[in-house]
């Protein structure tokens, strides 16, 4: 079988988009350079509205568009398999105006779902947990994106209170000052409001946590918080992509 | 003026590539996603043979035939300014063919040197340095890339003496079990040779250390080692990207 070429729309965020790229690398079973897979990125964010400001009627425009058009631009310059590392672009107003769009175009690129991809992965590892607590932007929070999924495999998603999830959660993420995004890492104050997400989902009885915004990861290194599990949608998704592009290569998960 | 768009040639190596594209975004002014540069990534490392490999007489063939070609698909993809984030990439007996390739395709996109730009960069920025330490792979070292653009500046470039080179540097680099290609991060081992080479440079008479290969950055957080400031190109690079893409939009230095 030919190796398939893996294709990343990045820019939702810039540093998730990068945090992909690395997790697919450190994910691949490599010697030497050349045995890396091929990777193309395509990261025009300009074009892509914010998806969380979409979902809560703050701009009429639908980021899908954009969206498709760069997965289809991913698949002009010869990607099989697509990725966007991004949660909130996962909600259903927004994804499945995706595929309608490549569909539409005649485009059959393999576009991976990633949160689908997240229910497979826990399925598989972690059948006995079954209460996940959910960190997310706010977008990803009322769209019920999580719930919806984990739902549909007999998973319960819990989320903190939606004071919380305003107040510091989304924060933690968007902030001009502190947040993740504009900052490229994550500040004390983002690590604080963070965990006490942690606390209030723990204390909701959540056994394990998912990092629901690809810009999540980058505030913990550990592989868990609190003494829960920390579920990582990005790694998840790099060793989704790896699996289709050349399944001989994906690493064992450690 | 219109914003041009960034392309890079990744995968040599993958997580170079991956950590310019990390410095494009952090030394970009940005307040939300959409503020950062358009930035496209062409990454198909098994069609390009070891740079290190090819000056040393190892592999016939010449890796600037591939490296070209991605830079072609960059441009057709519609990238105005592109980076290689790859030192050895930059000799003479490889670049020199890049450059050709390009123009016997009429491909006007402007293909910046890195090596040139950390001499810009240092006459700007360090004008009381006048001897560099530089540590790299052996076929960098070997090409003299670094002693030649910095001797025309007027600077002295100062090597570590073979046998090190040879035994601890390049190996830090490329060794299969504790290289930092290998491993996409610093093992011990890797730091302790690089330490070692950095006092001998440090005796020779250098002033300041120039990171000569795009994977020694990963090997080094902070900004001195032996109280000696460190040359980072990959960052020089990011910031040359920025500042031909959108002026306004590069970061203050600090």
Redesign the interface.
């Known amino acids: 079988m030919a190796?398939k070429w893996i294709g990343v729309v990045?820019?939702?965020?810039?540093?998730a988009?990068?945090d992909l790229?690395?997790k697919i690398?450190?994910e691949t079973i490599?010697?030497?350079?050349?045995?890396?897979l091929?990777?193309?990125?395509?990261?025009?964010?300009?074009k892509?509205?914010?998806r969380t400001e979409y979902l809560l009627g703050q701009v009429a425009e639908n980021p899908a568009g954009a969206l498709a058009a760069q997965v289809q631009?991913l698949a002009q310059?010869g990607a099989d398999v697509v990725g966007i590392p991004c949660n909130t672009a996962h909600a259903p107003r927004i994804f499945n105006q995706i595929r309608a769009a490549l569909a539409a175009a005649n485009c059959d690129v393999h576009l991976l779902h990633m949160i689908e991809e997240v229910g497979r992965f826990l399925r598989e590892n972690l059948p006995e947990v079954k209460k996940f607590g959910v960190l997310s932007t706010t977008g990803t929070y009322r769209a019920g994106v999580y719930v919806e999924v984990l739902g549909a495999l007999g998973f319960t998603a819990v989320l903190p209170p939606f004071p919380l999830q305003t107040e510091k959660i989304h924060p933690a993420i968007y902030d001009?000052i502190y947040g993740i995004?504009?900052c490229?890492l994550a500040t004390p104050q983002a690590q604080e409001n963070l965990n006490e997400g942690i606390a209030a989902l723990k204390t909701a009885g959540a056994e394990a946590i998912i990092l629901g915004c690809t810009e999540l990861p980058l505030a913990f290194t550990a592989p868990t918080a609190a003494g829960l599990p920390l579920i990582d949608p990005t790694r998840i998704l790099a060793r989704a992509l790896i699996r289709e592009a050349n399944p001989a290569k994906l690493k064992p998960l450690i």
């Open positions: 190796e990045g820019g939702v965020g810039p540093f988009g990068i790229l690395g690398a450190a490599a010697n030497q350079d050349q045995d890396h091929t990777a193309l990125n395509w990261s025009q964010p300009a892509i509205v914010d631009q310059m001009p995004k504009a490229g």
